[in-house]
């Protein structure tokens, strides 16, 4: 026979699972609350405030520079703005590559710049300009150019400075490095020349369409002069030496390098 279970006894458990059930939503909307109060606060602390704005990689403009243009100050809020929005801001920056822009630390705000670096100096009227890796020059205000990058003289329109760049940018660090000054001297009759003076004394002649992939024998054919007179190294058609003192005085016939080294 069925055991018949009195009402009266089920009364305390079901008293007990009701407390239960309303204690847990009790718990839950105070749960909301608080935390609904905890984001107000924040929001209305100085703890939800950019506290700092950190730029790295600054070299063309000031750090104060990018922090002004990407509209962040210390008086916003961390959270009000989109890091993609500031990035492309601050990417149409001239000289600027690309721009990647984060939160730190709850508070702080990160820009990393990576502009677009200098490969030579363009000089007009006695200023000098700065010729970057994108092939566009970049307007500062020197006076004198700085020693680690070549002075690039008469390369009048935007397309010559765009194919030197090119060049420029595939020559190895070291040859780069020892360049100090080139001249265009192209004409009607030959667009394509031009005169480099570099450090070590020597003067080469080359054309801008080879000029990379001919200087990247520079080393082998100096290597060979070493201990004879500097002069004037001719890279235009084949490899040819002429010491200064023939080519500024008696203009005698040129002197053949031996072409194995570029083999």
């Given amino acids: 026979m069925d055991k018949v ?3 009266e006894e089920r009364i305390p458990s079901m008293r007990e699972k009701r407390r239960r059930k309303t204690n847990k939503k009790f718990l839950f909307m105070l749960t909301v ?3 609904a109060l905890l984001f107000i606060l924040y929001f209305q602390s100085p703890l939800s405030k950019v506290e700092e704005i950190i730029v790295n990689g600054a070299v063309l403009h000031e750090p104060d520079f990018y922090k002004d243009r990407s509209g962040l100050s210390a008086d916003k809020s961390i959270w009000s703005f989109n890091a993609g929005d500031v990035e492309q801001t601050l990417g149409k920056i001239e000289g600027v590559q690309k721009v990647s822009v984060s939160r730190k630390w709850f508070r702080d705000v990160e820009i990393d710049i990576t502009e677009w670096k200098t490969v030579a100096y363009f000089e007009d009227r006695g200023q000098y300009s700065l010729l970057l890796e994108s092939g566009e020059t970049f307007q500062d205000t020197l006076s004198l150019p700085e020693a680690d990058s070549p002075v690039l003289n008469n390369f009048k329109t935007s397309k010559l400075r765009k194919r030197m760049t090119k060049q420029l940018v595939k020559m190895d660090d070291d040859v780069f490095h020892s360049i100090s000054e080139i001249i265009f001297e192209g004409d009607e009759e030959s667009s394509d020349s031009i005169t480099v003076y ?6 080469v002649r080359a054309f801008i369409s080879t000029f990379a992939e001919k200087m990247s024998y520079y080393p082998d054919i100096t290597a060979q002069l070493d201990g004879y007179e500097k002069g004037v ?3 235009e ?6 010491p200064f003192s023939k080519v500024y005085g008696l203009m005698e016939e040129e002197d053949p390098v031996d072409e194995e080294s570029e083999e």
């Fill in 5 to 7: 279970i009195d009402i």
């Fill in 198 to 203: 570099m450090d070590d004394g020597f003067e």
């Fill in 233 to 235: 190294i001719d890279m």
């Fill in 237 to 242: 058609v084949g490899t040819f030496f002429t």
């Fill in 33 to 35: 609350f608080i935390t």
